[in-house]
């Protein structure tokens, strides 16, 4: 997905590196591909 995702956005990418926070969600996509570690997401039952 961190390489899907920013392929998808590509007429926002420039302006994303440009702008710092403007796009978080394609911000974490370039932090994930820099090495960054990804979201994980886990269930608590009631």
């Known amino acids: 997905?961190?390489?899907?995702?920013?392929?998808?956005?590509?007429?926002?990418?420039?302006?994303?590196?440009?702008?710092?926070?403007a796009y978080p969600?394609?911000?974490r996509l370039f932090h994930i591909q820099g090495g960054g570690a990804p979201w994980s997401m886990r269930i608590k039952e009631r």
């Not at 997905?1 to 926070?21: I, K, Q, S």
């Open 1 to 21: 997905m961190a390489t899907h995702g920013p392929a998808v956005f590509t007429e926002h990418n420039e302006d994303a590196r440009n702008r710092t926070g």
């Open 25 to 27: 969600h394609i911000d």
